[in-house]
């Protein structure tokens, strides 16, 4: 189920920034929106707790890549770079938590 999470995630995310040109982050909002929805929607189908298909898939979209590259880039002295592709990881961790509280007013779990 988390796998169909993540892919239901990732094509809502795609498809969102897709949607809105010039604006990319704006797809980490509509997939962080999706992820809540839809764990919320299986946690009250199961009757159970949305975290143990929410989490996972949370931890696939947020890229810690980017944020590793960043720091790498930096200590290797190339900062102009290292410092916005850090920022970047910040940018991304912090529109898709705002997708997630966006998500969680439209499905609220019930665990």
Do not use: D
Not at 19 to 47: D, E, H, K, T
Not at 48 to 65: C, E, H, Q, Y
């Amino acid at each position: 189920w988390s796998v169909l999470c993540q892919g239901f995630t990732y094509a809502v995310s795609y498809g969102g920034a897709a949607w809105v040109p010039g604006r990319p982050n704006i797809g980490y909002f509509f997939g962080g929106a999706a992820l809540s929805i839809a764990s919320s929607v299986w946690g009250n189908i199961v009757r159970r707790s949305p975290l143990p298909l929410a989490i996972p898939s949370f931890v696939l979209s947020i890229s810690g890549s980017i944020g590793f590259r960043g720091m790498l880039n930096i200590s290797e002295g190339n900062t102009s770079l290292g410092g916005e592709q850090f920022w970047q990881m910040f940018v991304v961790a912090g529109v898709t938590m705002a997708g997630l509280v966006a998500g969680n007013f439209v499905v609220r779990p019930t665990n």
